[in-house]
């Protein structure tokens, strides 16, 4: 009887249900889109309840139209976007407010006061995070702040807050329970990445009860149990979103590291016991507990990676799809004369500029359509760039293999270019989702489905791309981005 761990995928722009068997094959897939919620310019929500709803629904799908028996599922694994905060009744189960999402910036202003007051030292050596809008912290306080219902209903210790892992498991098992797991504990900056303990002095800064909090618990652990058709099915992983990818990479061994090229790009590198502190920027975080050892990783982030290919297709017009800038970056004959700079919001690791804005640089008279596809196609793999050499300075060693995933590693050229001007091999798995993949692992460790060596040992098809350019070639075009990266610094 075959049997399968299912795997629970709730991204920002969609949920899946994926089915994985003990090969770890993906053997069946059922998707949802979610709804997007734009109230205000710079504010992002989502409905908890049509999460849940989008999450109960493909489940229902995968098992349904593969005529799985509710028996042959050994355990589920939940993978999320992480940061993303709700806020809700225990009571009655209802949210006080949309989740508010990891992109929203409303909370900036709340952030700016942080910092003067001169606590990013301190919150970025208890949480490994830099102070800002992305993590849960100042998306709570707001939610507590502007909200009269939440006011009340805080003062009667009926508020209960949760990422989504949290709500999911709130919601789909039968106990329940109100936990969570060290790797999305550790996005919310309110968690002491060293002691391992919700943050008290954070905590009362933001005034945020320590009651509200959910229960930290390992990334491999029982998280309770959901019923399906009178079968209880355990809850066995619980992991966010990018460290999933590193351990659906299977980046178990220390200074291992994954890039993941998504709307904007997530690189991450497995530090193993080591909390390491950058210097260039880079963000310190818990990879995954298993039997209360705790991994951290490395991890720096790019704005606008597939994001640069959708505004040539939606803003531009310059493609009809992003499949298409790789047909369009072959027939480029440019070298290392154009060069765009995709600034849009602001640069990240390693030059932090917020007020940096994107340009083009190096028009001639016979730039054409092709060229400009294919600069904005090799700024993503410069910026990759930019974060793996701050993250060598930070190991003092080589990163040897990037491990790749996500949409725009489907592109051949995008990945070739990135191999030649790493200079290192790239490997890109035949079946690209790591982050489903990651989230099953990690489930099935608890209930031997399988172990890490066996993992290891599963014979993976990748696709490898090597490095072609000399070192001469590599710093001249290296030299010039970085010139061109200069000159969009400091702009507005
Ligand atoms: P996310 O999880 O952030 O939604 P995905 O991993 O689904 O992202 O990847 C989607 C992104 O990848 C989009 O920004 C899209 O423009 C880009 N993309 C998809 N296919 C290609 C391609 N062949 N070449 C370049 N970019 C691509």
């Not at 220390?254 to 998504?262: E, L, P, Q, R």
């Amino acid at each position: 009887m075959k049997k399968y761990i299912l795997s629970l995928d709730q991204g920002t722009t969609s949920s899946r249900a994926i089915l994985v068997d003990e090969k770890a094959n993906i053997v069946a897939i059922s998707q949802k889109e979610i709804t997007q919620i734009y109230p205000q310019e710079g504010w992002v929500e989502h409905d908890p309840i049509e999460i849940l709803n989008s999450i109960k629904e493909v489940i229902k799908n995968v098992i349904n139209e593969n005529n799985i028996d509710h028996k042959n599922i050994a355990g589920i694994g939940i993978t999320n976007q992480r940061e993303t905060s709700v806020v809700w009744d225990k009571e009655t189960g209802i949210p006080i407010h949309n989740a508010i999402v990891w992109q929203d910036t409303r909370t900036a202003n709340i952030c700016k006061d942080l910092k003067q007051k001169n606590l990013e030292k301190e919150i970025s050596s208890k949480t490994g995070l830099l102070i800002g809008p992305y993590f849960s912290a100042t998306k709570v306080k707001w939610l507590l702040d502007n909200n009269e219902t939440a006011k009340s209903k805080l003062k009667e210790g009926k508020l209960l807050f949760g990422t989504i892992d949290s709500w999911l498991i709130w919601n789909l098992t039968k106990e329940k329970y109100h936990l969570t797991d060290f790797s999305n504990a550790s996005r919310t900056m309110l968690y002491n990445i060293n002691t391992l303990e919700w943050d008290i002095e954070i905590l009362k800064e933001l005034n945020i009860p320590l009651s509200i909090l959910p229960e930290v618990k390992n990334s491999s652990d029982n998280f309770g149990t959901l019923n399906l058709s009178g079968q209880n099915i355990p809850i066995l992983g619980v992991l966010g979103d990018q460290q999933a990818s590193l351990f659906g990479h299977k980046c178990f061994e220390k200074y291992s590291t994954k890039n993941t090229y998504g709307t904007g790009c997530f690189t991450l590198m497995n530090t193993s016991d080591q909390i390491l502190r950058s210097k260039n920027g880079l963000l310190s975080t818990i990879a995954w507990g298993i039997d209360n050892k705790i991994s951290y990783a490395l991890e720096g982030s790019i704005f606008i990676g597939g994001a640069g290919i959708q505004w040539l297709r939606d803003e531009m017009g310059l493609i009809k799809s992003s499949n298409e800038s790789e047909y369009e970056a072959l027939k480029s004959s440019i070298e290392n004369n154009l060069y765009v700079v995709p600034a849009f919001n602001g640069l990240g690791a390693p030059h932090w500029d917020m007020n940096a804005r994107g340009l083009i640089i190096g028009i001639t008279r016979d730039t054409n359509k092709s060229d400009i596809i294919k600069a904005t196609l090799n700024s993503i793999a410069y910026q990759t760039k930019d974060v793996l050499l701050s993250m060598e300075d930070d190991i003092d060693d080589d990163i040897k293999v990037l491990k790749v995933d996500g949409g725009a590693s489907n592109n051949n050229y995008l990945m070739q270019f990135q191999s030649d001007i790493l200079g290192i091999i790239l490997k890109r798995p035949l079946n690209t989702e790591m982050t489903a993949l990651g989230a099953a692992f990690i489930a099935g460790l608890k209930n031997s489905f399988w172990d890490l060596s066996h993992l290891q040992s599963l014979n993976d098809i990748n696709t490898e791309f090597k490095p072609t350019f000399d070192k001469e070639r590599i710093n001249k075009l290296f030299e010039n981005w970085n010139n061109a990266v200069k000159r969009s610094m400091n702009w507005v």
